[in-house]
Structures are given as C-alpha cells and as structure tokens.
C-alpha cells in the first residue's frame, strides 16, 4: 500500500513546486506592471524638470552675456527647487558649451533610482531612471513653412515695416542677375543642400512650394539658394495670390545670394500682369516658431532676428 501512496506524494510535491514557482512568477509580473508605471510616472516628472532645467541654465547665460557659471547654477536651483537636488542618491550634471557671450548649448542630465516594491520580492530593489535635455540660446538659423521669397539684406535698412504702407517688390530684370540686388526686388527661390550638387530652381518646384503652403521640411541657413532665372512666372504670382493675407518666413540674402537670416514676410498683395509684383511689410524681429535653432544648421544674425531660448532636445 506504501508503494501505491508514494508516487501520489510526489504528484503532490510536485504541484506544491509548480505552484510556488507560478505565484513567484505573479508577483513578478505585477511588480514589473505595477513598478514600471510608477518608473515611467517619475520619468515624466524627471524629464519636465530636466526641461525647465535647461532653459533656465539658457536663459541665465543669454541674460548674463555669456557667464557660464550663472548658466549651470540657474539650471542646478531649478532641478533643487523642484525636489532634485544635486547629492546623495541624485546626480543633476549641467554642461554648458559656449558659442559667444549670447550662444551656447545648456545640457541637463538627472539620474535618481526608483524605488521598488513588488518588483524587489524577485532582486529588483530599484533601478535608475535618468533623462536629458538641451537647450540652445542664439538667433535662429533654421524656420519650416518657409515662402520660395528671397530679398535684399538692403530691405531692412529701407521703410517696409510699416504694415500700414505695403511696399511693391519687382523681380530682378531680364539680365543674367537673378539675385535681388536692390531694396524693392525680391526672387523666387527653392532650397537645397550645400552638397556640391547643382541647384536651380524651376517653376514646377516653386509653385509646388507655394501650394504646400511653404516648404514642409526645415530650411537652413548653410543650405543653397537656387533662384529662377529671368522669365514670365506668371503662374507663381497667381499662386502666390491664394496667400495674400498669410505672413510667412522668408530668407534674407546678400548681394551674392548667400542666406544670412529669416524675415517674417506678410504678403498683402501677388499681381501676374503686366506689371508683376508681390507687396508686403515685414516685422521687425521675429523669434519663435516657425523660427527654429538647428544644431549645426548655420549661424544666424542678429541684424534679422531677435535672440531667444529653444529646447532642441
């Protein structure tokens, strides 16, 4: 009778194994459930104040001229006064890399662990949580939505802010220029790399430009210009027309055709007649989207734009 018992008895220390490896198992998964949205709730928190971090450290340098120290404390007392406070079991890093006494990149990194509760009944006490940002202070070299338009750094030196008293802008004339060269002229344009490639724009390319309501991808200010050679265009004007009453980013170019900053563009007027004009004011500077700072996308002046503060990461 012991013989018939004993594999019973094993069937039962068996299960009793099973059981206790499956409720292991359980908890395990409710404790990577359960911990892991906890994880990602200190994460968010951690991420917010890395931000503001950043941008403090950002704008203590813009308003300091450039002090770096300033930077990194402004960017320190705002992880502390939000409950981070360099020390202990929290690592708050701040690396500020000057470009000028009003451009640079303010990095914020925080490391703190989270603290486990199902998760440590499997060896899991805590884990780190760390998050990043950075900040970039300087004009902007960089805009999306940009009109195909290019005028005259003279522009700005001339009477077309004033919204009050549009200004007309011709074309170039039928020579070989086709780079604005005066105050009153502008061209139409597309935008390419600088990559060796050849760059010249036709009228299918811009006019798909202006349909879409300017170019959808970023534009730089180390890429190309390719402006259209002397010709009728009048398909571009009608186009454009459809937009009058938008205001739109625009590239300021020197007499050689190289962009050296964004204009903020409002279009009050696009004739395809015999006289051919597009009229317009611009504002005086302009900062925030769709203005952009682009790690590595040029170095914008401050004669076109106004300094500002733009988390790029």
Not at 85 to 92: A, L, M, Y
Not at 192 to 198: D, E, L, S, Y
Not at 218 to 225: A, S
Request: proline share 5%; charged share 10%; hydrophobic share 35%.
């Amino acid at each position: 009778m012991n013989q018939h018992m004993q594999p019973r008895g094993r069937e039962r220390g068996q299960i009793l194994v099973i059981f206790a490896l499956g409720i292991v198992a359980i908890i395990a998964m409710t404790g990577l459930v359960i911990d892991g949205g906890a994880t990602y709730v200190q994460r968010r928190e951690q991420q917010n104040v890395v931000d503001s971090a950043a941008m403090a450290g950002a704008y203590a340098y813009l308003n300091s001229n450039g002090n770096v120290s300033q930077a990194a404390a402004a960017a320190q007392q705002l992880a502390a006064d939000n409950g981070y406070p360099n020390g202990g079991d929290t690592t708050v890093t701040v690396s500020v890399a000057s470009n000028g006494p009003k451009t640079a990149s303010v990095v914020v990194s925080l490391t703190r662990p989270h603290r486990n509760y199902f998760s440590g009944i499997v060896g899991f006490t805590t884990w780190d949580v760390s998050t990043t940002a950075t900040a970039e202070t300087g004009v902007p070299n960089g805009a999306y939505g940009v009109m195909p338009l290019i005028f005259n750094k003279k522009v700005w030196n001339s009477n077309a802010h004033d919204k009050d008293h549009p200004v007309d802008f011709d074309e170039p004339g039928t020579g070989p220029q086709d780079v604005p060269q005066t105050a009153t002229q502008f061209n139409w344009t597309v935008f390419c790399t600088a990559n060796g490639n050849p760059c010249n724009a036709n009228s299918n390319e811009v006019n798909q430009i202006i349909q879409d309501n300017g170019k959808p991808q970023v534009v730089t200010l180390n890429m190309q210009i390719g402006p259209l050679n002397a010709g009728a265009h009048t398909t571009l004007f009608s186009s454009l027309a459809a937009h009058v009453g938008g205001a739109y980013p625009v590239a300021i170019v020197d007499d050689t055709g190289k962009m050296l900053g964004w204009a903020y563009f409002h279009l009050t007027g696009s004739v395809g007649g015999s006289t051919k004009k597009v009229s317009g004011w611009f504002e005086t500077t302009f900062n925030k989207p769709p203005l952009v700072i682009v790690p590595g996308g040029g170095t914008g002046s401050s004669a076109y734009g106004a300094y500002t503060v733009q988390l790029t990461n």
